[in-house]
Each structure stands twice: as C-alpha cells, then as structure tokens.
C-alpha cells in the first residue's frame, strides 16, 4: 500500500523537541526497560519463596528439638 499525504508515517523522532514530548518519549523508554525486567523479577520471587518453604519450618523444627532438649 502506497503512502499518500493522508498517511504518512511519524516516528517519535519526528515529534516536535518540546518538554512534554522529552517526558513522554522518557516516560516510554523507561516503562519498556521497567516491562523488561519482570520476568527476571518473577523467577527471583519464585526462587525465593522456594528456599523461605524449604527454610522456614526446618528452621522452626531445629529451635523445637534445642527447646525439646534444654527443658
């Protein structure tokens, strides 16, 4: 499909230099890297909450057994 006048393509580069499009292009830079970053984040949590079930109640029933002992 031809571009005619009626449309045409505009990249962000084409935009006017103005304040508010500085802080939109800024703002869509950033929320893409912030986007970028959550499944990396997501398998952290995942990881984490792994080893906090693991840890967590062996933890509890090794302070049970030095309490069971020292009465």
């Given at each position: 499909?031809?571009l005619?006048d009626?449309?045409q393509?505009?990249?962000?580069?084409?935009?006017?230099?103005?304040l508010?499009g500085h802080?939109?292009?800024?703002?869509?830079?950033?929320?893409?890297r912030?986007?970028?970053?959550v499944?990396?984040?997501?398998?952290r949590?995942r990881?984490l909450?792994?080893v906090?079930t693991?840890?967590?109640?062996?933890?509890?029933?090794?302070?049970?057994v030095?309490?069971?002992?020292l009465?």
């Open positions: 499909m031809p005619t009626d449309h393509l505009v990249s962000w580069d084409d935009r006017p230099a103005t508010a802080g939109l292009a800024s703002l869509v830079h950033h929320g893409e912030i986007l970028a970053e499944p990396a984040t997501l398998r949590l990881t909450m792994l906090l693991i840890a967590v109640p062996a933890f509890l029933a090794g302070l049970l030095v309490l069971w002992r009465a």
